[in-house]
């Protein structure tokens, strides 16, 4: 049985139903454990009463620490803090032997079974996902897909990270922190069976997507000659909101058309079904439409010169600039 956690509100009720169904399309063998960032969240997962799917609601918890947290802190970085806290909540509260951690706006492409037996074979008590990517700024791993086992070093590990994002969880680069993300690169450092994942299919994203020759048909991509089976993509910074009966995508990246045939179109036809079955809103057509013209082009330009030393350089002294002072983080509000 496989374990998840995730958390998401009303306003990103679609993204999580979606994540959720996406699992369910390869297995039948797991649970995702769901906090509803509101009480609608939760009504809405309700009444719709996924059979693989357990929900409570952030109202019905009470902890000091949290409400602290949320008094000083934007939406987004709160709910930042929240996915470590969860974690923990769920791991102790249905005494599981062990949770996966989801960031909501996923879609899975294979099973997540890939990804566990990886993390078996290496005897893994905690399962991290990289970037896969030279520029590591915000960390070189992404907090997508969190693997704790329910053992002395997964707990100790998960109340680590659980404790430190409480004290200190902001969208900004701090010494050597940045929102609930870079904590994970210490992971290696204070605790014993940390597992890197291998799989370059596991977080396809905006971030690492050009590196990648993709076979759609094989559900594959190739990296150096080296096949790997495609999980997830991650959806970040693709807004989604519907229109008249549109389903409209706003992106800040450059996307190619191998990406959205192959990635944007197969997560519009699951959110079509998400908004029609489950949420009872009509959808006729879709777009996709950059956020902005000109640093679309930008971006499309950066793709091809992104991974040259003067590229990663330039790009990392800009980013760190940037992100000194606290950034509005992505929301769809």
Known sequence: ????????????ASKGIALYLSIEQHTDDFVLYVMGMDRKCQEILNAIGFKHMI?????????????????????AEFCWTCGSFFTDYFLNKYNLPDITYLDSDLMFFNSP???????????????????????TIFGKYCVQFVYFKNDDN???????????CLKWCYSKLEDGKYGDQKYLDYFHKRFNGVVDIENRGAGIANWNMEQYAYNF???????YEKEWPIVFFHYNGLNVNVK???????????FTKDIVEGFIRPYANLLTEVYQKYLGITIKSYSYQSQNNWKNLLNAFWVYIRN??????????????????????YSER
């Open 55 to 75: 929900v409570e609601c952030i109202d019905d918890v009470d902890s000091p620490e949290l409400a602290e947290a949320k008094d000083n802190r934007s939406r």
């Open 217 to 223: 048909e094989k559900n594959t991509l190739n990296y």
């Open 113 to 135: 079974k890939l990804l566990f037996d990886e993390l078996e074979k290496a005897k893994a008590s905690i399962g991290l996902s990289p970037h896969f990517i030279e520029n």
């Open 1 to 12: 049985m496989m374990n998840f956690c995730t958390l998401f509100d009303s306003n990103y």
């Open 244 to 254: 008249d009966g549109c389903l409209n995508f706003v992106h800040s990246k450059f």
């Open 154 to 164: 997964g707990k100790e590990c998960l109340r680590w990270w659980r404790d430190e």
């Open 308 to 329: 040259l030393s003067f590229a990663i350089k330039l790009e990392k002294v800009y980013m760190s600039k940037k992100y000194s002072q606290r950034k509005s983080p």
